[in-house]
C-alpha cells in the first residue's frame, strides 16, 4: 500500500469485480481467493453461485461492497444442459440417482409442449438442496442430515426457455437450454419438473450463468486472468452508471450532498446515481415525496478528492 494512499478512504481500487467462475468452487471460495489476490479483507458478493456451476459472479470491492445490497439483480440468464431419463436427489449431476427411465421415445415435440407449461409466470417448487431456510435451518443441510420436509411453490418468472441442441445416446436424452428468469428461479428444478412431466426424470449436468442483471459474461475475468490484473472490473463510477439510472448535479449539489443533505426531486423512480460535473458519482438517491435523500453516499465530504 502506498505510503501516500490513506488506508481508510475505501475508494482507491474500489469497484464490482465480475468473476467468470470456474466450476468446483463456491461463492465464498472467490471471495477468498480475490482478498488474496486484491490484498484487501474488504471483498463481498451479491448472491451466490452453486459449484458446480461456471460463470457470472458479481464481486464488490472496498467501498464497492456497500453498493451490492442496492443493486438490481433481478433477472438471470444461463446456459444449460439438461438430462432427461434419469432423476438424482441435488435435481443435478452431482446427486444420487434415484431412478433411470428409458427416454429415447420422447420426441421433440413432447419436450416443447411440457417446456411450454414451465414458461412464463410460473409456480415453482424449489430444489431441496436450495439456501432456502426451513425452521431456522437451511434445507440443504436438511438433505444432507437425511431430513424428511417438504418445499411449498413459490411464484417465479421464466421468460425464456428455449430448448437450442438435442442429443440421444443410449436411453438418455441431453438438451442444451437457454433460460431467463426472475431470482429465486432454479434451473435444477426445471431440468427436474421437465423430466417428471414427461415420466422419464430428469437432472441437470451443465449450467452456466451468462448474466446477473446488467452484468454479463462480457464484463467477466476468470481468477487466472484476475491474477494476471488485479483490479476491478468496473470502478466505483462506472459500476454506478451501469447498473442504476442517472440524475446529472450541480457542484453545490455535490457538497450538499456529500455532507448528507437532501435534494428536490426529479421524478425519476427507484435508486438513481447523483453525477457531478466531473463525472464521479456522490451518492445513490431514491425520491419520497419532496425529497430526494441518499441511500448510499459514496463520496462523503470526509473522502472528497481522496
Known amino acids: ?172 436424452v441431453d438438451l442444451d437450454v437457454e433460460v431467463e428468469c426472475s431470482s429465486g428461479t432454479y434451473v435444477r428444478a426445471l431440468a427436474r419438473d421437465l423430466g417428471a412431466a414427461l415420466g422419464v426424470g430428469g437432472h441437470l449436468t451443465a449450467l452456466r450463468r451468462t448474466r446477473v442483471g446488467p452484468f454479463t459474461l462480457e464484463h467477466a475475468r476468470t481468477l487466472e486472468q484476475l491474477a494476471e490484473n488485479p483490479a476491478v472490473s468496473l470502478d466505483i463510477d462506472q459500476a454506478c452508471r451501469t447498473a442504476f439510472a442517472h440524475r446529472p448535479i450541480s457542484a453545490e449539489e455535490a457538497e450538499s450532498i456529500s455532507q448528507g443533505r437532501w435534494l428536490d426531486p426529479v421524478g425519476i423512480p427507484g435508486t438513481y446515481a447523483a453525477i457531478a460535473p466531473d463525472g464521479s458519482t456522490i451518492a445513490l438517491l431514491q425520491e419520497k415525496g419532496r425529497r430526494a435523500s441518499s441511500v448510499m453516499v459514496v463520496r462523503p465530504a470526509t473522502l472528497r478528492g481522496l
Do not use: N, W
Not at 461463492?27 to 453461485?49: Q, W
Not at 409442449?113 to 430444489?127: E, F, K, M, R, W
Open 1 to 172: 500500500m502506498s505510503a501516500h494512499r490513506p488506508p481508510s478512504s475505501g475508494l482507491h481500487g474500489a469497484g464490482l469485480l465480475i468473476v467468470d467462475k470456474d466450476g468446483g468452487m463456491t461463492s465464498h471460495d472467490v471471495v477468498a481467493r480475490c482478498r488474496k489476490i486484491l490484498h484487501t479483507r474488504k471483498v463481498g458478493h451479491a448472491g451466490t453461485l452453486d459449484p458446480m456451476a461456471t460463470g457470472v459472479l458479481v464481486l464488490g470491492v472496498e467501498r464497492a461492497t456497500k453498493l451490492l445490497g442496492l443493486l438490481s439483480l433481478t433477472t438471470k440468464a444461463y446456459s444449460a444442459t439438461i438430462r432427461l431419463g434419469q432423476a438424482t436427489a441435488t435435481d443435478d449431476a452431482e446427486g444420487e440417482v434415484l431412478s433411470t427411465a428409458d427416454a429415447s421415445g420422447v420426441t421433440d415435440a413432447d419436450v416443447a409442449a411440457v417446456v411450454a407449461t414451465l414458461t412464463g409466470d410460473i409456480l415453482q417448487v424449489p430444489t431441496r438442496v436450495s439456501a432456502i431456510k426451513v425452521d431456522g435451518q437451511r434445507a440443504h443441510k436438511l438433505v444432507r442430515a437425511g431430513e424428511d420436509f417438504e418445499l411449498e411453490a413459490r411464484p417465479v418468472t421464466v421468460e425464456r426457455f428455449d430448448v437450442t441442441a438435442s442429443r440421444r445416446h443410449d436411453s438418455f
